[in-house]
């Protein structure tokens, strides 16, 4: 089970803009505890879908790299003249 621990600093960051995005946008005030309830409920259900989307590009990132590295490789060889 993922279980994603943030800093108290940025904890303490995300909890303001929550405030704000609910001030703002919802013109409802929400209070420390509350924000940051939200903050830990929405890591529990959506930390593992940011998780493996994270893996996923990283895992086609190194794809991607290994065979540009692969084409670079190629064009490493020298040509081979065979006599006869």
Do not use: C, T, W
Request: net charge negative.
């Amino acid at each position: 089970m993922l279980n994603l621990k943030l800093p108290r600093e940025e904890k303490e960051n995300l909890i303001q803009s929550v405030q704000a995005y609910f001030e703002e946008e919802r013109s409802e005030s929400i209070g420390s505890i509350g924000a940051e309830a939200l903050i830990d409920f929405m890591l529990k259900e959506l930390g593992p879908y940011a998780y493996n989307q994270a893996l996923a590009d990283a895992r086609k990132a190194i794809q991607d790299r290994a065979a540009q590295l692969e084409d670079d490789l190629y064009g490493l060889e020298k040509p081979i003249r065979h006599l006869r």
